[in-house]
């Protein structure tokens, strides 16, 4: 299995950026994808995932200015992050829980992860 996350970059708070996560090698709508970050001195940290049913669920802090979604077709999901703030500035990561773990929020449960890209936010 192999993700393929990108779209990270430089923006000012209060803009967008949107994260693609592109999988090969297990089907995305089979497994639970995970989107954490992780900043400088930091633990990794769930941000927002969607289960293989397609429910999705995400922190508190983004909630409301984050949307994940799915394209099965591509085998791709998607983190569009809107209002970005100087505080979602990390690496961020994707990843594929194939065994459908129950603690979708640890990383823990996760079995294959992504490179990573860079998001950092300017006040």
């Known amino acids: 299995v192999q993700l393929q996350a990108s779209g990270g970059g430089l923006v000012q708070a209060g803009g967008s950026l949107r994260l693609s996560c592109a999988a090969s090698?297990?089907?995305?709508?089979?497994?639970?994808m995970g989107w954490f970050r992780q900043a400088p001195g930091k633990e990794r940290a769930i941000v927002a995932g969607?289960?293989?049913?397609?429910?999705?669920f995400y922190t508190d802090t983004v909630k409301g200015r984050f949307t994940l979604t799915r394209d099965n077709a591509k085998n791709t999901v998607y983190l569009q992050m809107n209002n970005l703030k100087p505080e979602d500035t990390a690496v961020y990561y994707c990843?594929?829980?194939?065994?459908?773990?129950?603690?979708?929020?640890?990383?823990?449960?996760?079995?294959?992860w992504g490179q990573g890209t860079q998001v950092t936010v300017s006040s």
């Open positions: 990843a594929a829980d194939i065994q459908r773990s129950v603690a979708v929020s640890t990383a823990a449960s996760y079995d294959f």
């Open positions: 090698g297990t089907t995305i709508n089979r497994c639970t």
């Open positions: 969607i289960r293989w049913s397609g429910s999705t």
